[in-house]
């Protein structure tokens, strides 16, 4: 399915609006920006390009979410059933034809998700680097370096370092009071010692 079409779905499949979207094909290279695109400048393409289209009213969050949901399963299809030899970084298995293919998948996938940002009014490009910034806090790097385990696996961990440190500091802060209580009670035993004594020698003439 080409990307941004009106994703009827539903009770919508009985409009008529039409089926393909994007630019005509004669007139691509003349949308081609001159500089490489942002997520800001695709989501107001796409929103200029739903407007002249009056393709506004079938781009509820719902028809956009699951019309994405679908654009992943076709980009699914290009790697079903491939080896690791084939579908390996690079793609080295995939045909020139093969690779334009995924390609476009990615691209209507893409598409797809800044629009339904967009009409759920969420900043996609704010909401991204937000999750960075918590995923490099859940998943310190000297900890989970060249580990798969799940976040709550170093969770687990730094709590049990934690309380390793607070028994460790409990027990240094126990032996300096039994240190101190000691000195206590050694000092009250020399004054008593001193005292006796000095009762015992009686009244100085």
């Known amino acids: 399915m080409d990307g941004l ?38 989501r107001d393409r796409l929103r200029e390009f739903a407007q002249e289209r009056d393709w506004e009213q079938y781009h509820t969050p719902r028809n956009l979410l699951l019309a994405l949901v679908g654009e ?65 806090a859940k998943y310190p790097a000297e900890r989970c370096r060249g580990s798969a385990a799940k976040y709550h696996t170093y969770q687990e961990m730094q709590a049990e370092a934690r309380q390793q440190k607070r028994g460790r500091e409990d027990a240094q802060a126990e032996a300096e009071e039994e240190r101190e209580g000691g000195e206590r009670a050694g000092g009250e035993r020399q004054g008593g010692q001193g005292r006796e004594g000095r009762e015992a020698d009686g009244p100085q003439r």
């Open 5 to 42: 079409a009106p994703t009827q779905v539903g009770s919508d499949a009985r409009n008529t609006a039409p089926a393909t979207a994007g630019a005509p094909e004669a007139s691509t290279s003349a949308l081609a920006p001159a500089a490489p695109p942002t997520l800001e400048s695709l």
């Open 72 to 136: 992943a399963g076709e980009l699914a299809e290009l790697f079903q059933w491939r080896g690791e030899g084939e579908a390996g970084p690079g793609l080295p298995g995939f045909s020139a034809q093969e690779r334009g293919a995924v390609e476009e998948e990615l691209a209507d996938v893409l598409l797809y998700l800044i629009r339904l940002s967009d009409v759920c009014g969420v900043d996609l490009g704010a909401a991204a680097a937000a999750k960075i910034a918590k995923n490099g």
